[in-house]
């Protein structure tokens, strides 16, 4: 099946400044998405989700937009901190299937 | 962790033997989910349940088997370990309102060696 594209460079940014990491995503009939972080030696974590009823939703520090027209999945992270050097995966859903479909992740660097 | 708890944590065994893998829920969510995670192929699912004792394959379901006897237990087993296997492995859960589209919370994962 069709499966989401996450371009998996490392992202190396500097404390303060703001990220962004990119995911691409090729079924059109994907409705939902979801952001994840994940940490060395930890489970992922559920930073932001979004269906595709909507183009762009805030969370603490984090945005995560959807431009269905390119199939095209961005998070956001504001002020980057230490704290956020991880691996971050988007995931889609397509309705009418009851599992997601995982990116193969990026990594956040940050430096003080 | 979501009220997620995985079991053991780690686990070193030899090529042959059954290992079983435990995750335990508090939450009483409905969906339950297996993935392993593997360098340069991200989360794949093994198999998922959607209630007692209903199970169903994933991606990767060739050579585990899965059991739910009750809602809050979900079980990995390896008949026979492969080298092949060794992997970290993952348990998830999702909410019972939002049925399976909703988000997944994940466990803090099991690293599994097989020798």
């Known amino acids: 099946g069709e499966s989401v594209g996450l371009h998996l460079p490392t992202l190396s940014v500097q404390e303060g400044d703001n990220s962004i990491i990119n995911c691409a995503y090729s079924?059109?009939?994907?409705?939902?998405f979801i952001w994840y972080k994940q940490e060395s030696g930890k489970g992922p974590q559920f930073i932001i989700d979004?269906?595709?009823?909507?183009d762009k939703r805030q969370g603490q520090r984090v945005t995560v937009l959807l431009n269905k027209t390119v199939k095209h999945l961005s998070l956001q992270i504001a002020a980057t901190q230490p704290g956020d050097s991880a691996v971050y995966f988007c995931?889609?859903?397509?309705?009418?299937?009851?599992?997601?479909?995982f990116g193969k992740g990026t990594m956040l660097l940050v430096s003080p | 962790d979501a009220g997620i708890t995985q079991s053991p944590r780690h686990k070193v065994t030899e090529t042959g033997t059954p290992v079983t893998l435990r995750c335990h829920q508090t939450?009483?969510?409905?969906?339950m989910y297996w993935y392993r995670q593997d360098p340069g192929h991200g989360l794949r699912l093994i198999h998922y349940?959607?209630?007692?004792?209903?199970?169903d394959k994933g991606e990767v379901s060739d050579g585990y088997s899965v059991s739910r006897s009750k809602t809050e237990d979900f079980l990995l087993t390896l008949e026979s370990a492969t080298s092949s296997q060794t992997s970290v492995y993952f348990c998830?859960?999702?909410?019972?309102?939002?049925?399976?589209?909703?988000?997944?919370?994940f466990g803090p994962g099991t690293r599994l060696t097989v020798l």
């Open positions: 998830a859960i999702s909410d019972i309102a939002g049925g399976p589209t909703d988000t997944q919370y």
């Open positions: 079924n059109s009939a994907s409705d939902y």
């Open positions: 995931a889609e859903n397509t309705s009418g299937y009851s599992t997601l479909t």
């Open positions: 939450e009483n969510h409905r969906y």
């Open positions: 349940s959607y209630g007692v004792k209903d199970t």
């Open positions: 979004i269906r595709s009823n909507m």
